[in-house]
């Protein structure tokens, strides 16, 4: 019997694969259960410096799903405002999916999607990963791309889409705002975890033997923390100023990730070999184990997916306070820091170590709903609307 077909369409950003983004996992768990999946995305991926570069090929197959990339007819690469696709249309006729899954609203291909649903029979899905953090950082990007064009798009394919997701509270928010798009159409689908990885990861014996590769005793408190330690997320070195101002004998740091040049001297000066430990950048896989081997992850800065990942794995977790990014709080597993500066960061943990049943109840909470809110194999039957089938 003929699989139903579900084809992602992610031409808004550099794709990559094999990595633990949504439109990797979504697409590898409508696999899993039992969709035939395509993913077409441009030619445009990042290198390892995080350059944007070409990557020639047409097509091929990954392990759980195949992958087709197209070229610009209009625009420098993927990341040009203004773009258009070569082929879409033709590509869609051909595959001619069940289901669509539209990963964001702004590139103008959004059109030529609108004229093959008007024109074919298809459940069409459509999320948003912008928000007022992330976005609308000047005044043409608020008032002409997102306020008019982005705006304009969405109209046009507004009627043919059966719901639109916001990946946050705050991107939600943004569709309503900003879009304008009904709030009966609009709901929130958050990112997570890789069911597969967060089961790998919470071996004890692979915790144990990470924590004995830093000589973390099991009487020390290790907090852990990563990603792009950049301007934009200045706040890690508060962290460590943290960390290294604590008085508490026992208190250990990891830190992972890659550091922007221009704060490079500055992070390197707070690496302290026996408190601070700096491992650089990982795979995912590794960040999965690093955060699951933690008494407690903290993110003082911008919002990023491993927030999410971090919850899933069941670990109590410190969060810097923004509005509409609130999601991760399950009922006391997290704190949100109002006060990121070093002494903010400094006083919060030290009342968390020194107040015992607090930690307890987090843990708690963490262990007990982390992974049902926050795994990708429950999130991908929640996006078709499969969750109580």
Known sequence: MKKNRIVHIALSWPMMDELNYQDNLLPKY????GYDVTVISSKWVFDENGDVIYDSRDSYSLRDYDVIRLDLKLGKNVNSKIKIYDGLLETLCKLNPDILFVHEINFLDILKIKEYCKNHKVILYVDNHCDLKNSCKNFVSRYFLHGILWRYCAKEISPYVRKFY?????RVSFLTDIYHIEKSKCELLVMGADDDYVSRVKDQ???DELRRLHKIESNDFLIVTGGKINSNRPETLNLMKAVKDSKLNNLKLIVFGTVARELEKEFFDLIEREKIIFVGWQDSLNTYQYMASANLVIFPGLHSV?????VALGVPTMFRDIEGFHHVDLGGNCIFLKDVSVDGIKNEIENLINNPRKYHMMELAAKEKGMDAFSYKNIAKKSINLEDK
């Open 30 to 33: 409508h696999a899993r259960l």
């Open 306 to 310: 491993m927030w999410e990942q971090a």
């Open 166 to 170: 916001g990946v946050l509270p705050a």
């Open 205 to 207: 014996k692979k915790i």
